[in-house]
C-alpha cells in the first residue's frame, strides 16, 4: 500500500485555517492525509519554530503548503528532515537573509499596503507591539476580489492580524535550495504583486502555474486548483 505524505497547510496573514477548508475536502477524498495547524502570526522565526515542530511530529514525510506569508514560514520550517517538498499558494519566497520588506521592494507596491491599519498587543514584559489587518472596508477588493461577496465579508471580520515585526525579520534559511518546490501565482492579486511571486518562483526553479485572474484568496475562489497542484508534489515526492 502506497503511504502519501502528509500535506500541512499553513496559512497566511489575514487569514485562519479554515481558509483552507475546501482544500482540505479535496485532498482527503483523494486519500492524502492533511493537518492545518494555526500560523501564530506573531513573527517570522517564532511561526516558522512552531510550525517546524509540527512537522517534525509528522509520523512520515511531509509536504508543506504556504499561503501568503505562510511561504515565508515553510521556507525557512521546511529545512526539517522529514519535508520532502514545498508548496507556494499566492505567496511569498524569500532568500535566506532576506525580509519580505526587502523582496516586495523589488517591485510596485500592492494595493495591501496603502489599506493596512495598526494594532496593538501586550508582550509579557507589558510593552506593546504593533499587528495589521486590513481595513474591513477594502478587505474584499484587496484580499477575495473573486469570491463572493457575503463570503468576503465574513473573512473580513474573521481576519487574524500579524504582527509588524515579520515584515522586517529576515528569513534565517530557504528550504527551496535544496528541496523542490510547486508554486501557482494568482494573476489578479491585490495582496501580493503577482510579479513578487513569478519572481519566487524563477529563483526557486518552482514547477509553476498560473490562475488567470484569482484573488490573494485563491484557495477559498479555487480550491481545486490549489488541491490539483498540491496532489501533483504530493504524487512527486510519495
Not at 485532498?27 to 517564532?46: C, E, F, K, M, T
Not at 516558522?48 to 517534525?56: F, L, P, Q
Not at 494594532?119 to 474584499?140: C, H
Amino acid at each position: 500500500m502506497v503511504t502519501h505524505p502528509t500535506a500541512l497547510l499553513v496559512h497566511g496573514a489575514f487569514a485562519d485555517a479554515t481558509s483552507w477548508s475546501a482544500v482540505i475536502g479535496e485532498l482527503q477524498s483523494h486519500g492524502i492525509p492533511v493537518l492545518a495547524p494555526p500560523n501564530p502570526l506573531r513573527g517570522l522565526a517564532s511561526d516558522a519554530a512552531y510550525i517546524a515542530s509540527v512537522a517534525a511530529q509528522v509520523d512520515g514525510p511531509v509536504v508543506l503548503v504556504g499561503h501568503s506569508y505562510g511561504g515565508a514560514v515553510i521556507s525557512v520550517a521546511g529545512t526539517e528532515d522529514n519535508v520532502v517538498g514545498l508548496v507556494y499558494i499566492a505567496a511569498y519566497v524569500p532568500a535566506e537573509g532576506e525580509s519580505l520588506d526587502e523582496l516586495q521592494g523589488r517591485f510596485p507596491q500592492s494595493s495591501l499596503v496603502s489599506n493596512l491599519e495598526e494594532r496593538t498587543y501586550p508582550r509579557e514584559d507589558g510593552e506593546s507591539v504593533v499587528e495589521l489587518t486590513i481595513a474591513e472596508e477594502a478587505f474584499p477588493a484587496v484580499f477575495a476580489a473573486d469570491v463572493p461577496p457575503a463570503v468576503a465579508k465574513v473573512l473580513a471580520a474573521a481576519q487574524r492580524p500579524l504582527a509588524a515585526v515579520a515584515f522586517g525579520e529576515k528569513a534565517s534559511a530557504a528550504a527551496w535550495r535544496v528541496k523542490p518546490s510547486w508554486i501557482l501565482v494568482a494573476g489578479a492579486d491585490e495582496a501580493i504583486n503577482p510579479e513578487v511571486e513569478r519572481f519566487g518562483a524563477r529563483r526557486a526553479g518552482s514547477t509553476v502555474i498560473e490562475v488567470d485572474g484569482a484573488s490573494h484568496a485563491v484557495a477559498v475562489s479555487q480550491p481545486c486548483e490549489v488541491a490539483e497542484l498540491i496532489r501533483d508534489a504530493v504524487r512527486a515526492t510519495t
